[in-house]
C-alpha cells in the first residue's frame, strides 16, 4: 500500500501525531470474519498485557520473546499488508526516513460491561514503535453515567499527549465508530474506560509494530 492510497485519514498533534483511518470495508469484514471463525481457537493473549479483560486473543505474533506466547500467523497476507502500509504512510506523513519496520503482534479485544483498559503504554521487541487501536465492533449503550452525564467517559477511548502551554491539546477523546483506525507511537500513554448495564460487547484491534530509526538522523527534517 502506498501513501497515496491512505488519502482518508485525520491528524490530532498532542505533543506527538495520532492518525485515525478508516478501514476498507474489505479489510473491516476480513477481520470479523476470521475472528468470528476462530475465536474459541485463538491463542490467550492476558499474559502479555495490561487490560482488565478476560477475552483478549492473538491474532498474530513474531516476537524474541516466547516464553508467554510462540510465534504464530492467522491473518492472510492482504490484511497485514493494510496494517504496513497504514504504518509505513503514518512515518512517512510524519517525515520519518531510513527505518526499518517489524510487526510484532496483533490481538483482539473483547470488552465487556465493568471491565476495563487502565492507562499503559505499548512495547514490542524495541521501545520505539507504532501502537494501534482499530474499532471492529460497539455496544448500543454504554449504560448509565452516574455523574455529569452532560460529559459521557463510559466506554471512552482516552489518548494522553505531551504537548504543554495554554492552548496545547493535552488528551484526545474521540467519538469512535466501526471501522476507526488510530495510530500513535508506542509511548504515548492510553486507556479505555468501563461501561455498565449491557451484555453487549466493545470489540477493538491492536496492532503493534516496531520501529528502528535513527532519531538523529530524523531531527530537523522537514
Excluded at 165 to 177: H, S, T
Excluded at 179 to 186: E, G, M, T, V, W
Aim: charged share 20%.
Amino acid at each position: 500500500m502506498t501513501l497515496g492510497q491512505n488519502q482518508n485519514f485525520d491528524f490530532i498533534f498532542l505533543g506527538q501525531s495520532v492518525l485515525k483511518y478508516q478501514v476498507p470495508l474489505e479489510i473491516f469484514y476480513s477481520i470479523n470474519a476470521l475472528y468470528e471463525k476462530n475465536k474459541n481457537s485463538l491463542d490467550p493473549a492476558n499474559k502479555q498485557l495490561v487490560g482488565k479483560i478476560e477475552s483478549e486473543h492473538s491474532l498474530f505474533y513474531n516476537g524474541k520473546d516466547e516464553s508467554k506466547m510462540k510465534n504464530h500467523n492467522k491473518l492472510p497476507l492482504i490484511i497485514k499488508n493494510y496494517f504496513m502500509g497504514c504504518f509505513n504512510h503514518y512515518l512517512q506523513w510524519n517525515r520519518i526516513r531510513e527505518y526499518e519496520l517489524h510487526l510484532n503482534s496483533i490481538w483482539v479485544n473483547e470488552m465487556k460491561a465493568h471491565e476495563y483498559n487502565p492507562v499503559h503504554i505499548h512495547r514490542g521487541m524495541l521501545f520505539t514503535g507504532l501502537s494501534s487501536v482499530m474499532i471492529l465492533n460497539l455496544p448500543s449503550t454504554y449504560g448509565k453515567e452516574y455523574s455529569n452525564d452532560e460529559v459521557p467517559q463510559n466506554g471512552k477511548l482516552q489518548i494522553l499527549g505531551s504537548a504543554s502551554g495554554q492552548f496545547a491539546k493535552i488528551d484526545y477523546q474521540p467519538e469512535l465508530n466501526v471501522r476507526d483506525f488510530f495510530i500513535f507511537p508506542y509511548d504515548m500513554r492510553h486507556c479505555v474506560y468501563p461501561f455498565n448495564s449491557t451484555n453487549e460487547t466493545r470489540r477493538t484491534l491492536a496492532a503493534n509494530c516496531d520501529v528502528n530509526f535513527d532519531p538523529i538522523k530524523n531531527r530537523g527534517v522537514s
